[in-house]
């Protein structure tokens, strides 16, 4: 992503200020102080919020970038309105401009001693780092694993599908007492009563999980799946949860199955 696409954005918002913390290929990150339409001064002392702009792609024809960019930002906004009336952790959605590809969400995640944002990922990692194997196994970790496997089996269990879940996407909200985690970035979610589609989403945080955290993904997988089965056998699901989740495992273990055969091929 280059300059001109930072630069596009802040015409696109101006006046604003935008700190880039984040440029892939499909979106740019900005984080600011700035409401997009309340001035109130609690807003103003407190908080942060944040922006993802989808910028248009030179490689595709004009019309139908502009109508997938539309479509995408339209998708993930949904998608967010629906979890948050859901009661499924995510950032508050703020505001969209569809034609411009931008979203205005609330800014979630605390930063970390280090300096990092409290991403699972991140926050693992600085476990890791400070070289203390009890903190990688203590009960805040695996309170944190199980309630990320929660969070995951309550939004397969109304149909949605994340279509990313890395631990990077998962953000540790609250504080260092007492961590919910949130969801983010949705550019990739959709909506499904699939068993496979479910079991896809759980394998690619399995791989997320064996590949940034190797030395306790074993562990941090088998707390994950607990949390998992936990949000089956809530009230509101008693009627149909544990035939779902016995149905997902099972899909799960076809998708590890194919995972790995298709590894052994190269
Ligand atoms: P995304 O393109 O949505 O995956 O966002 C890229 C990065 O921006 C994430 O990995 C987070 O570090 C950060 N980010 C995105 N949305 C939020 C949010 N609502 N709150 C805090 N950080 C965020």
């Not at 700035?34 to 702009?53: D, G, V």
């Not at 949705?186 to 079991?199: C, I, M, N, R, V």
């Not at 074993?218 to 949000?231: C, M, P, Q, T």
Request: glycine share 6%; net charge positive.
């Amino acid at each position: 992503m280059s300059e001109k696409h930072i630069s596009r954005a802040q015409q696109l918002i101006p006046a604003i200020d935008l700190k880039v913390i984040s440029q892939g290929a499909e979106a740019i990150v900005f984080q600011t102080k700035t409401h997009p339409y309340s001035s109130h001064p609690y807003l103003k002392n407190h908080s942060q919020f944040i922006i993802k702009y989808r910028p248009p792609k030179p490689y595709r024809h004009s019309k139908i970038d502009a109508q997938i960019t539309k479509t995408r930002t339209a998708g993930e906004a949904k998608f967010m309105y629906k979890l948050s009336k859901l009661g499924i952790a995510c950032p508050a959605l703020i505001s969209c401009d569809l034609n411009n590809g931008i979203i205005w969400m609330e800014n979630l995640g605390i930063d970390l001693p280090n300096g990092n944002v409290s991403s699972v990922k991140n926050w693992l990692w600085y476990l890791e780092n400070e070289g203390r194997e009890d903190d990688c196994t203590s009960d805040t970790v695996k309170e944190v694993c199980y309630k990320v496997g929660q969070l995951i089996g309550r939004l397969h269990l109304a149909d949605m599908i994340h279509g990313d879940l890395t631990t990077s996407n998962l953000i540790l909200t609250g504080s260092q007492d007492l961590w919910e985690p949130a969801l983010i970035d949705f550019g990739l979610s959709s909506f499904s009563g699939l068993a496979e589609d479910k079991a896809v989403d759980l394998y690619v945080l399995e791989r997320s999980v064996t590949s940034t955290h190797s030395v306790f993904a074993k562990l941090y997988n088998s707390w994950l799946l607990d949390g998992y089965e936990s949000a089956h056998s809530l009230k509101e699901y008693k009627k149909f949860g544990k035939a779902k989740h016995t149905e997902t495992i099972k899909r799960l273990e076809e998708v590890r199955l194919r995972g790995r055969k298709r590894s052994m091929l190269g």
